[in-house]
């Protein structure tokens, strides 16, 4: 079935770093591929969206790039800051459907 | 404007009882969605309403799992005979089917159900 598989699991920065977060996915019928944020404790909340009729999305210190040929999209956060911290997952949608698959989260802890 | 809410946000049951789970979405949301989420793990999809269609249901995991939808607004998921295994955080989502945040899912606080 289809699948999106994210990497890393955890990720540690300084503060001031990049971090970088990678997903793949499976269906060819995907278009839409969003990244969402979840705190300890909180709701999962969108942070940044890419469609696949684009190659690259930046909203401030965030960006989202996707490879539609590889599969690839991935995620970027610059100048990082210790309110970073949380698990980040991506998802893609299920076809043109809306129901989304999600990968199994990256804990980022970024260090002041 | 108000978010999606769910109700109880938390529950905690005995092995074998029955349990209901209830998401209201954002008004206006044609779109809804139950995930589940166990300790450190992903999300995991169970079921997705759109409208007046026939449900996705091709996530959930037995047949003691099970969702309504009423009058295209509130869901009620409904868990028979609850395992051990089925202690998680049940998340709603409902999703608008215009406009620019046409694919967001909006998730609503979770219900964190414990089977004792």
Request: charged content about 20%.
């Amino acid at each position: 079935g289809e699948n999106v598989e994210q990497h890393p699991s955890t990720l540690s920065v300084q503060e001031g770093d990049s971090a970088v977060i990678k997903c793949t996915y499976s269906d060819s019928a995907s278009n839409y591929f969003p990244w969402y944020k979840q705190e300890l404790g909180k709701r999962p909340q969108l942070i940044i969206d890419i469609r696949s009729n684009v190659g690259e999305k930046k909203d401030q210190r965030i960006a989202v790039t996707l490879n539609k040929t590889a599969k690839h999209f991935s995620l970027h956060i610059t100048e990082t800051q210790p309110e970073d911290s949380a698990v980040y997952f991506c998802a893609a949608n299920r076809g043109s459907q809306g129901n989304l698959i999600f990968g199994k989260g990256t804990k980022l802890s970024v260090k002041p | 404007g108000a978010g999606v809410s769910q109700s109880p946000s938390n529950k905690v049951t005995e092995k074998g009882k029955d349990v209901e789970l209830r998401c209201d979405p954002i008004s206006g949301h044609t779109a809804l969605y139950w995930y589940r989420q166990s300790l450190g793990q992903g999300l995991e999809f169970l079921i997705y309403f759109q409208g007046n269609s026939a449900p996705d249901k091709s996530g959930l995991p037995s047949d003691r799992f099970s969702a309504e939808r009423t009058g295209g607004s509130v869901s009620t998921l409904t868990i028979q005979r609850t395992q051990q295994e089925d202690s998680a955080v049940y998340l709603c989502a409902s999703r608008s089917k215009s406009g620019s945040s046409y694919n967001e899912q909006f998730f609503g606080p979770g219900t964190r159900l414990t089977v004792l």
